[in-house]
Structure formats: structure tokens, C-alpha cells
């Protein structure tokens, strides 16, 4: 494929809006930076970025096809890195990362991808999770990594892998009968799952029902949720400090993992609501162009990896956003482009170079029409 070629089939509408988000998220970084006095994570970032961008360049050049007969091995790999983990040392109270000398690499972050890949393939061209029984496979290669990434612990990422599941099942042609009873099913479960927990993990579930927006910070968890909110409302409707003055009440202005977990906090303090609204603008157009890809493409492989990855990023933007706002429980997740993280920014730039990949080439089917059935 000739550059000229390649840069008609493009989707042109993935990559401005992923531009837009990083441009904006390396701004909220660099007001964490600011805010915080002595931050170099805005120059990290930018590194990142510069591998990133020709990553997700590299993942538009092989046909997406191709990856289909490796996807099993490439999933196989990163159960086996989430399982190194366990080897390497505790950092931060947990064992999620492996050394490597000049970074730290995050298997869960691979396995993300893998995932997409790996069920995408073992779902097409199949028809038994029209049964219910059918649907067993499918949820054993889910659980698999989500028990892996549980036990390091990930709470956050491991609560990304079922709503990719459910999507994928669905456009598959899994009975939407058969995903109620499973989704009742595990609400029923849930008083089971309590009971597993850890304390620091109820801990976050119920400061999500003790908050308190006046009166003084809270303790433990709470005190995250509760100076994410104040930060947020610091920048009323168009930001509180629009010149990039340092603030004068680093008390007030805390917030933990605010370049990370809480970049959407900073944002909405630099630029304030409008700033969150184009935030929220631009990922909904992102993830509606995503899935208007998957509707155009019409062989099977390509389309369910689409969805997959759209189902994969917006849960994670749903979830980041929602905690920071007191919608969900605080997880520790990242804002998927914007906040600071290189296994994080790079499997992303991965993931939408796969869906920019599977926009460049529809398709065709060579084989039956196996996952639109009638509901």
C-alpha cells in the first residue's frame, strides 16, 4: 500500500480525536505538574507519545487479518507476564509491573488486547453460544486473566474485560435472553463477591455512600473522592486559572494521583466545564466512529475485534470519569489517552491502530453469515 493510499483509507475522524485527547491530557498533566512544584511527568509523557504515535502507526500497516492466526499465542503470552508478576517485587502495594530496567512494563495492559483478539477469534464462524451452555468457553478465556489480574491486585482493569465480553457476545449473535440471565446471575452474586474482598476495596465501595461535599476531608479512601470533587468544582465554568497560576492553597489543590487516575480532575480545573464537556464530546465521537466502523465492516474477524475495542475503551472512560465525579467506586484506573502512563498509553495507541487497521479494510466474508440471527 502506497503512503498516498494509505492516507485515503484512513479514518481520519480516530486520529484527530485521539490527537485532540492527548494534546489536552498532556495540559491537565502539565497542571498537575505545575500544581505539584517540581513534576517532570509532562516531559515523560511527551516520550511516551513519541512511542505511541508510531506504534499505533505500525498497527495500521498489516492487514488486521493476519493477526487472527496469532491471536491465541499472543494471549497465551500475556497470561504467562501476568503470572511473572507474581515473581517480581511489591511496588506501590501491589505486584502489577515488571522491571526492565529503564521502564516498567504492565502485562495487564497487554492482556487487554490479547484478550480482544484471542475471543474475537475463537467467536466467528461459530454458532454454539446461541445455547446457553455455548457461552461457557467464552467466559472461561475471561475469567482466566480477570482471576490473574484480581489477585495482583487490579480491581480497576479487571473490571474491563466483562463489558467487553457482553459486547462481543452480542454482536456475535449471543441470545440477549441468555446475557440477562447471566447478568442476573451475578448480581446475585454479588453478597458472595463481598465477602472476598479486601478491606481496602470494601473501603472504596462504601465511601461511594458516605460523601460529604462540605465540612472538612474525610480520611482514607474518601479523602480521594472527595478531593477529586473539590478540584473539579475549583474551575466553575471555564477554568479557575486560565494563565497557569500556581495556586496559592496547595491544601485545597491536593489530589493524589491527579496526572494519573485524576487527570480529568485537572482538566476540569484548567479549562472547567466546558473543558470536561469537550472532553466527553470528543470520546463519544470517537467511540461512535469506532462503532460505525464495526457496523461497515463485513468480515467477522474485523468486526468483532471493533467492537471489542471500542466496548474496551469507553468502559474505561465511563469508569475513570465516573469515579472522579462520585458516580462509581474509586478502582485506580486510567483516562484512556490523557492520563500519565507508558504501558497504559502505549496499549491504547495499539488498540486504535487495530480499529483505524480494520476501518482501512472492510472485508469481505469468503464464508456463511454465522452472527446475525434473528433475536
Not at 28 to 33: K, M, S
Not at 251 to 278: I, K, M, N, Q, S
Not at 293 to 306: D, M, N, S, Y
Request: aromatic share 10%.
Amino acid at each position: 500500500m502506497t503512503f498516498a493510499e494509505w492516507c485515503r483509507r484512513v479514518p481520519w475522524t480516530i486520529v484527530v480525536c485521539s490527537g485532540a485527547l492527548l494534546l489536552i491530557g498532556l495540559g491537565g498533566i502539565a497542571r498537575g505538574d505545575e500544581l505539584v512544584g517540581d513534576g517532570t511527568l509532562f516531559e515523560r509523557q511527551l516520550l511516551w507519545i513519541a512511542l505511541g504515535l508510531p506504534a499505533m502507526f505500525a498497527a495500521t500497516l498489516v492487514p488486521y487479518r493476519r493477526f487472527r492466526h496469532h491471536g491465541y499465542a499472543v494471549f497465551g503470552l500475556s497470561l504467562i507476564l501476568l503470572v511473572v508478576v507474581f515473581l517480581m517485587p511489591v511496588r506501590n502495594g501491589a505486584r502489577r509491573w515488571i522491571p526492565l530496567g529503564f521502564a516498567y512494563l504492565q502485562p495487564s495492559e497487554l492482556a487487554k488486547i490479547a484478550y480482544v483478539l484471542a475471543l474475537a477469534h475463537y467467536l466467528m464462524y461459530r454458532d454454539n453460544y446461541r445455547r446457553l451452555t455455548g457461552l461457557v468457553v467464552p467466559f472461561l478465556l475471561t475469567f482466566v486473566p480477570v482471576g490473574l489480574i484480581l489477585r495482583e491486585p487490579d480491581l480497576g482493569t479487571s473490571l474491563l474485560f466483562l463489558p467487553v465480553l457482553f459486547a462481543m457476545l452480542f454482536t456475535a449473535g449471543a441470545r440477549p435472553r441468555h446475557l440477562a440471565l447471566v447478568s442476573f446471575l451475578g448480581v446475585l452474586s454479588l453478597p458472595v463477591l463481598w465477602t472476598g474482598m479486601s478491606a481496602e476495596q470494601r473501603s472504596r465501595v462504601t465511601a461511594l455512600f458516605s460523601q460529604k461535599d462540605v465540612g472538612p476531608a474525610p480520611r482514607g479512601d474518601g479523602y480521594h473522592l472527595h478531593q477529586s470533587k473539590r478540584v473539579l468544582a475549583l474551575g466553575g465554568a471555564w477554568g479557575s486559572e486560565v494563565q497557569g497560576m500556581v495556586a496559592d492553597d496547595p491544601v485545597l489543590y491536593h489530589l493524589p494521583a491527579g496526572r494519573t487516575d485524576f487527570v480529568f480532575c485537572l482538566v476540569g480545573e484548567r479549562w472547567g466545564f466546558v473543558g470536561c464537556l469537550a472532553v466527553l464530546a470528543l470520546y463519544l465521537v470517537l467511540f461512535t466512529r469506532g462503532l460505525m466502523i464495526a457496523a461497515a465492516t463485513r468480515e467477522p474477524f474485523g468486526r468483532l475485534v471493533a467492537v471489542g475495542i471500542v466496548a474496551l475503551l469507553a468502559a474505561q472512560t465511563v469508569i475513570n470519569t465516573g469515579m472522579t465525579v462520585g458516580l462509581m467506586p474509586i478502582t485506580g484506573m486510567t483516562l484512556p489517552l490523557m492520563s500519565y502512563g507508558g504501558s497504559s498509553l502505549l496499549a491504547t495507541c495499539v488498540a486504535l491502530g487495530l480499529l483505524v487497521n480494520v476501518g482501512m479494510r472492510p472485508g469481505y466474508e469468503l464464508r456463511g453469515d454465522p452472527f446475525r440471527f434473528s433475536t
